[in-house]
């Protein structure tokens, strides 16, 4: 069986946990090395979060600012082959926030482009004049059909030449006369 290893979120929200049960920054701490050993966050830092859990700011990152569309879709404008991690280095959020914001606006990415998810109306009737040709194209011969028709003709073709070549007399059955041997590749 694997061993849970904590991330900062869920060590935040442990602390935030052991602070409504009235435990001290220390008592926390020292169970969290109980819990998670080399896992867990330093006392200093728990001490920290313990005071700000006491003037109210229980959030995580509160100092970070919230992301707008506009920004997004500019930057996106700008450069649509730029990765989730590249926009949130750029707008100083997490790649959580720009993924979730990401897929709000109705973008994904294919072969590394940020493109909508639903296409434009007239995407859609390319597309689909583009179907229809092909299907029309599929209803008639297709080109198998050809080199299979082409390569039954031939072989026809052979078999008369290899029953002139074993008569080795005037042959009936196709009104040919024998001819000298070459080489015939198939």
């Not at 003037?55 to 506009?70: A, L, Q, S, Y």
């Amino acid at each position: 069986m694997t061993e849970f290893v904590p991330d900062e979120r869920h060590l935040h929200e442990s602390l935030i946990f052991l602070f409504n049960l009235k435990k001290t920054s220390k008592e926390a701490h020292e169970m969290l090395e109980k819990a998670y050993r080399d896992q867990s966050m330093p006392e200093q830092v728990c001490a920290e979060l313990f005071e700000r859990f006491e003037n109210g700011k229980f959030e995580r990152g509160e100092n970070r600012e919230k992301i707008e569309n506009t920004e997004l879709l500019a930057l996106l404008g700008d450069d649509s082959t730029l990765s989730v991690g590249r926009l949130a280095e750029m707008m100083n959020v997490t790649t959580e926030e720009v993924s979730v914001l990401i897929c709000k606006i109705g973008r994904i990415q294919k072969e590394g482009v940020w493109v909508p998810e639903k296409l434009p109306k007239q995407m859609m009737a390319n597309r689909k004049t583009i179907c229809e040709s092909l299907f029309t194209r599929q209803k008639k011969k297709s080109f198998l059909h050809r080199i299979k028709s082409f390569s039954v003709k031939n072989r026809d073709s052979i078999q008369n030449q290899q029953c002139c070549f074993k008569q080795c007399v005037k042959c009936e059955r196709h009104k040919l006369k024998p001819f000298l041997p070459l080489r015939i590749v198939i």
